[in-house]
């Protein structure tokens, strides 16, 4: 029987990368990841975007973890954290109130992540989201603005 963070584990291992950093193990981090962004059995694999894909080279991290409403009903629902590696491990900084879907080209610059992510534009129906929203991250005091 698989417990909830080895069932966590397995699900990271196979889809939590994005770009290069497939090539590497980050499975490590989904008991941390579970427990912050609260992944349960069942729910999709969180989506991993850090500063370099070799877990012990990389120093933040940026995790989405989109999953269906608890409540019920059809909404789908999104935590996001941001992580960085200590002498001791990885430590979850904090929640980020990053918006939106599809995140992507995510970039890490000394104090910020910039990011990319799809938002409903003014015409779009609720089903398809088309608006490209740029995002800045501060990853001191976890501050997040839109840059457009």
Not at 25 to 32: A, C, E, K, N, V
Request: glycine share 10%; proline share 9%.
């Amino acid at each position: 029987m698989l417990t909830r963070g080895t069932l966590a584990g397995l699900l990271l291992a196979f889809s939590l990368f994005s770009g290069s950093a497939l090539a590497q193990d980050w499975s490590f981090i989904s008991p941390l990841t579970a427990q912050v962004l609260d992944v349960r059995p069942g729910d999709s694999a969180p989506i991993l975007f850090s500063d370099n894909p070799d877990p012990g080279v990389a120093e933040t991290a940026v995790i989405f973890h989109y999953f269906d409403n608890r409540g019920g009903g059809n909404a789908l629902m999104l935590n996001v954290g941001l992580f960085k590696r200590k002498p001791d491990g990885w430590h979850s900084i904090g929640p980020v109130e990053v918006y939106g879907s599809n995140p992507r080209e995510a970039n890490f610059y000394p104090g910020q992540v910039r990011l990319k992510a799809t938002m409903p534009g003014p015409n779009d129906p609720r089903c398809c989201p088309t608006l490209t929203v740029d995002w800045v991250v501060d990853t001191e005091t976890l501050q997040v603005w839109r840059l457009n």
